[in-house]
């Protein structure tokens, strides 16, 4: 059963470019959450998403970044317009239900030059 | 507003010490408190304790949480150098959202 599974590993974008970074859950698992880890900070909650719906989005900054998870295929973080700020370790996580342990996947390094 | 902070920010141990890590929270609509451990990667899951005074154990490492004191500790004992790594508490809201502390990075010497 392969683990929480995030690409790319690495992303280089310039300022101004798109970034997106795709999250498959685990096997079974229908819920799905981003965090962002800044360089010596802890994880800080971004969106908690089910499939097609939205769920808490209160830690997403209100420009540039959307998520979504559809109903056939990974979870996408979206990030427009990219500024150096946004360089951080993005990690997604899923769980099969509600309240239920999370299980983390490997994270998407994004370096914004 | 919610935080978790953990204690100390960092620590060098030699091998076969026994170390203790601490972690206080405040988080509303608290449900359970967690533990993972972090090598470069993927934050792995340790424990989850939702319950005062129970101590939970896995081979060397255990925790306990005090929910009146809002307070929960790590130990790890006859350390060993793959134990170096940073270890991350988390309060868990209601809904699985995760208020993470800045972890403490432990570094285990042979």
């Known amino acids: 059963n392969a683990g929480v599974m995030q690409n790319p590993r690495h992303l280089v974008r310039r300022r101004g470019q798109e970034a997106r970074l795709r999250c498959s859950p685990m096997?079974?698992?229908?819920?799905v959450y981003w965090y962002r880890q800044l360089p010596e900070e802890g994880l800080k909650f971004m969106v908690y998403?089910?499939?097609?719906?939205?769920?808490?989005e209160s830690g997403m900054p209100k420009e540039r970044f959307s998520a979504e998870f559809p109903k056939e295929g990974p979870s996408i973080l979206r990030i427009q317009q990219v500024v150096r700020g946004d360089s951080a370790a993005y990690f997604c996580?899923?769980?099969?239900?509600?309240?239920?342990?999370?299980?983390f996947g490997s994270g998407t390094q994004l370096s914004v030059l | 507003e919610d935080k978790v902070v953990q204690s100390p920010l960092s620590l060098v141990v030699h091998e076969g010490d026994t170390v203790t890590l601490n972690c206080s929270y405040e988080?509303?609509?608290?449900?359970?408190l967690l533990w993972y451990k972090q090598e470069k990667k993927a934050p792995t899951f340790l424990f989850m304790l939702?319950?005062?005074?129970i101590e939970k154990k896995s081979g060397r490492l255990s925790s306990i949480l005090d929910k009146k004191e809002l307070f929960s500790i790590l130990n790890i004992t006859a350390t060993q150098t793959g134990d170096s790594a940073i270890y991350l508490c988390?309060?868990?809201?209601?809904?699985?959202?995760?208020?993470f502390g800045a972890g403490t990075i432990l570094r285990v010497k042979s």
């Open positions: 996580a899923s769980s099969p239900m509600r309240d239920e342990k999370l299980f």
């Open positions: 096997k079974g698992h229908s819920h």
């Open positions: 998403l089910q499939k097609e719906n939205i769920i808490d």
């Open positions: 988080v509303t609509n608290f449900r359970s």
């Open positions: 939702t319950s005062s005074g």
């Open positions: 988390a309060g868990e809201e209601y809904g699985n959202k995760l208020v």
